[in-house]
């Protein structure tokens, strides 16, 4: 059907409650409403009148929809100048009325919206919902995919599930969310196997891999962890981080207790491993009198 340019379009379907309960109730609604943009809230004879500050204080600063309320006395006048009226049940009624779910009843509203109708749709009351014949007043039925041995639901909640499939329906993209996860740049092999490196050492040192025969097997384990997840290069940092820090503080030396530096207990394990191994063929080449090689492109004391 093609927009009459002189039916203005409203922010979305109204909600109409029929008979609510209680000021609370109504405005949970008003909150809900407010969640997914809709704005157009309407009562049909409400138990303990209107307005209520019980209502406006549950909004939770949902005030221009509770401002905005209009009160009818009964539904008929409610829905009459409405163009199409969904109908929120959880039971199955006597009739020749479509019956469609949320995702359905969303993308129907959405459709007739842009179309330049005016929709809405019923809740009932909170403790039975609608008349049959105040769902004869509708066009369609809605129902909710619940637990048939549970299927009550407050007001507030269904009034929720329809608000949510209604801006759903008007994403380019039903998938997309108002914030997305940090771009990471992936880390490079390189980047991965200096981890590998850098933690086979540390464990190297305090003698992970026993027995000596295993230590391919664990080693190619240890690997396969790592690889799996595909990690970002900061992931790579932090994960460096940590083991650093296991590598150079201990309960025993807890960080705080002097820099690193200054006692060579806080040299990484790796490297102290290495450092013995060093002094160890040192101390055997002095025992033969033979000269000592430069190590780390230092050269020697003769030097």
């Known amino acids: 059907m093609p927009k009459d340019p002189d039916i203005p379009l409203a922010a979305g379907p109204a909600i109409i409650l029929v008979e609510p309960q209680l000021g609370e109730n109504i405005g949970m609604v008003a909150r809900a409403m407010a969640n997914f943009g809709l704005a157009e809230l309407r009562l049909v004879n409400p138990r303990d009148g209107w307005p209520s500050e019980k209502a406006r204080a549950a909004a939770s600063r949902a005030d221009h929809v509770i401002d905005a309320v209009t009160v009818f006395d009964d539904l008929a006048a409610a829905v009459a100048d409405l163009n199409f009226v969904f109908a929120t049940t959880a039971r199955e009624r006597d009739g020749f009325k479509p019956v469609r779910g949320p995702v359905q009843a969303g993308r129907a509203l959405r459709a007739r919206h842009m179309a330049g109708q005016r929709t809405g749709i019923l809740f009932g009351r909170e403790r039975f919902g ?174």
Not at 136 to 163: C, H, K, R, Y
Not at 198 to 215: H, M, S, T, V
Not at 257 to 275: C, H, L, V, Y
Not at 279 to 303: E, F, L, S, Y
């Open 130 to 303: 609608l008349y049959n014949d105040e769902v004869g007043l509708a066009d369609e039925i809605v129902t909710f995919p619940v637990d048939p041995a549970f299927s009550s639901l407050n007001i507030a909640q269904a009034t929720l599930l329809m608000s949510y499939e209604w801006m759903k329906s008007g994403l380019e993209d039903e998938t997309k969310t108002n914030f997305s996860s940090p771009e990471m740049p992936p880390a490079t092999k390189e980047q991965l196997h200096g981890l590998f490196a850098y933690l086979e050492g540390a464990l190297e040192a305090r003698g992970y891999f026993r027995p000596a025969p295993k230590k391919p097997k664990m080693v190619d384990n240890l690997r396969a962890v790592l690889t799996r997840a595909g990690f970002a290069e900061p992931e790579l940092k932090v994960l460096r981080g940590i083991i650093s820090s296991l590598d150079r503080f201990s309960p025993a030396m807890p960080r705080g207790d002097g820099s690193p530096g200054d006692d060579p207990r806080r040299i990484p394990a790796a490297a102290r491993a290495r450092k013995a191994e060093i002094d160890g063929q040192a101390d055997k080449a002095a025992d033969k009198g033979d000269d000592i090689p430069p190590q780390d492109g230092k050269g020697t004391d003769n030097d």
